[in-house]
């Protein structure tokens, strides 16, 4: 069961929102993308419960393409992003049509058709819902790099077997991924020389 924070403050979303363009299928996935196609580095954006349409989301990615990168916004919840005012679709019932290892699978086509358009370097940043995502392609060799902010479901044993430069963006006042859980995740990850990692909590400031 999701935290009651993971549902507050829902974003306005915005179907037409941000600088970059909405495309029907890359990978096989309704996206959002921004930046320069003839890229060599390329990051994969992956949204909270909320979903690819959130304006902030699409402003970050756009952010993120005026560094240099290509980037892609993913709909990996296929148009249903999760809505607490819907009765008929309570969280464990959306969870159980939009687990993490779905999208997990989703993502993979996705990493393939980037490496296809020139792209030789894949990271991938998550938010909430969207780190296990990013976790479990971080533990599958999928990516180069990994982000996972204010997590969820990221497990211990999920950090154990990361094996790409990892970065870990904690709240101070967070029930999925509390500061000790995050100071656990920081623990592992200083145990395995091999794997570059940056892990920071924000002080004062809620999951989300």
């Not at 179907?15 to 363009?21: C, F, L, S, T, V």
């Not at 997590?151 to 999925?176: N, Q, R, Y």
């Not at 859980?181 to 892990?199: A, D, P, R, T, Y």
């Given at each position: 069961?999701?935290?009651?924070?993971c549902?507050?403050?829902?974003?306005?979303?915005?179907?037409?929102?941000?600088?970059?363009?909405?495309?029907?299928?890359?990978?096989?996935?309704?996206?959002?993308?921004?930046?320069?196609?003839?890229?060599?580095?390329?990051?994969?954006?992956?949204?909270?419960?909320?979903?690819?349409?959130?304006?902030?989301?699409?402003?970050?990615?756009?952010?993120?393409a005026?560094?240099?990168?290509?980037?892609?916004?993913?709909?990996?919840l296929?148009?249903?992003?999760?809505?607490?005012?819907?009765?008929?679709?309570?969280?464990?019932?959306?969870?159980?049509?939009?687990a993490?290892?779905?999208?997990?699978?989703?993502?993979?086509?996705?990493?393939?058709?980037?490496?296809?358009?020139?792209?030789?370097t894949?990271?991938?940043?998550?938010?909430?819902w969207?780190?296990?995502?990013?976790?479990?392609?971080?533990?599958?060799?999928?990516?180069?790099?990994?982000?996972?902010?204010?997590?969820?479901?990221?497990?211990?044993?999920?950090?154990?077997?990361?094996?790409?430069?990892?970065?870990i963006?904690?709240?101070?006042?967070?029930?999925?991924?509390?500061?000790?859980?995050?100071?656990q995740?920081?623990?592992?990850?200083?145990?395995?020389?091999?794997?570059?990692?940056?892990?920071?909590?924000?002080?004062?400031?809620?999951?989300?």
């Amino acid at each position: 069961m999701a935290s009651p924070q993971c549902c507050a403050n829902p974003p306005t979303l915005n179907p037409a929102g941000g600088e970059g363009k909405v495309v029907d299928s890359f990978g096989g996935t309704r996206a959002y993308v921004a930046g320069a196609e003839e890229s060599k580095a390329a990051v994969i954006l992956i949204s909270d419960i909320f979903g690819f349409e959130a304006p902030k989301l699409r402003k970050i990615a756009d952010k993120v393409a005026s560094c240099g990168y290509f980037v892609i916004v993913p709909d990996f919840l296929h148009g249903e992003p999760f809505a607490h005012e819907n009765a008929d679709r309570p969280f464990p019932v959306w969870i159980e049509a939009h687990a993490p290892g779905k999208a997990y699978e989703e993502a993979k086509p996705i990493i393939a058709a980037l490496k296809e358009h020139g792209m030789s370097t894949v990271g991938a940043a998550g938010y909430c819902w969207g780190a296990k995502v990013v976790a479990e392609l971080a533990k599958a060799h999928e990516i180069q790099a990994a982000v996972m902010l204010h997590p969820s479901f990221v497990t211990i044993d999920d950090i154990k077997e990361v094996k790409c430069p990892t970065a870990i963006l904690g709240a101070d006042i967070d029930k999925m991924s509390p500061p000790e859980l995050v100071k656990q995740f920081k623990e592992v990850l200083s145990s395995n020389s091999g794997i570059g990692h940056f892990v920071k909590i924000y002080p004062r400031v809620a999951h989300g």
